[in-house]
T-cell receptor, first 111, second 112 residues
Framework: GESVGLHLPTLSVQEGDNSIINCAYSNSASDYFIWYKQESGKGPQFIIDIRSNMDKRQGQRVTVLLNKTVKHLSLQIAATQPGDSAVYFCAENAAGNKLTFGGGTRVLVKP | SQTIHQWPATLVQPVGSPLSLECTVEGTSNPNLYWYRQAAGRGLQLLFYSVGIGQISSEVPQNLSASRPQDRQFILSSKKLLLSDSGFYLC???????????FGSGTRLTVV
């Protein structure tokens, strides 16, 4: 079936630098995408979302970019902080209200 | 505001024992409810979802079952646990017609 995948399973970034997490999706019918952050032992937390009629959306220190031509989604974190260390999941909604999640990328922030 | 409660937080159960994990949502009506499992260091696997009382859809064949006896209550069960049932179980809800999920805090299940 269609799925969402990630290019980089682990990303190490220096504190203060910007982070970019990438995600490829294969279902061209997907119309909604979300990024979640999951800290160890906790449930995923919503970070930011974007609908397919947009190509960019900004939040506090985070930006999501959507490129529908190549079915690519990215999450940019500005001025990465130690508290940003976590696993990040992208997810897409293509059918009804069921999200399909990617495999996750672990972000490690080095002091 | 809406909140989701999931318990217990951790559980150690012997092989062959039964399981019951409970999830409740407050502050909303007629939510979509979901059970996910996450193996250590892995992604999220959808196990069951429900769009209403008594309506359960299973995504993967397994040793588990789900029930929704009340609008805002979702229960994950097993009659006999297997070692392979160990994992981190997450409940989530979404609004009818909405897209985003809100997750509970999860239950760490270890089958020994």
């Amino acid at each position: 079936g269609e799925s969402v995948g990630l290019h980089l399973p682990t990303l190490s970034v220096q504190e203060g630098d910007n982070s970019i997490i990438n995600c490829a999706y294969s279902n061209s019918a997907s119309d909604y995408f979300i990024w979640y952050k999951q800290e160890s032992g906790k449930g995923p937390q919503f970070i930011i979302d974007i609908r397919s009629n947009m190509d960019k959306r900004q939040g506090q220190r985070v930006t999501v970019l959507l490129n529908k031509t190549v079915k690519h989604l990215s999450l940019q974190i500005a001025a990465t902080q130690p508290g940003d260390s976590a696993v990040y999941f992208c997810a897409e909604n293509a059918a009804g209200n069921k999200l399909t999640f990617g495999g996750g990328t672990r972000v490690l922030v080095k002091p | 505001s809406q909140t989701i409660h999931q318990w217990p937080a951790t559980l150690v159960q012997p092989v062959g024992s039964p399981l019951s994990l409970e999830c409740t949502v407050e502050g909303t009506s007629n939510p979509n409810l979901y059970w996910y499992r996450q193996a250590a260091g892995r992604g999220l696997q959808l196990l069951f979802y429900s769009v209403g009382i008594g309506q359960i859809s299973s995504e993967v064949p397994q040793n588990l079952s789900a029930s929704r006896p009340q609008d805002r209550q979702f229960i994950l069960s097993s009659k006999k646990l297997l070692l392979s049932d160990s994992g981190f179980y997450l409940c989530a809800w979404s609004a009818q017609g909405g897209y985003g999920y809100t997750f509970g805090s999860g239950t760490r299940l270890t089958v020994v």
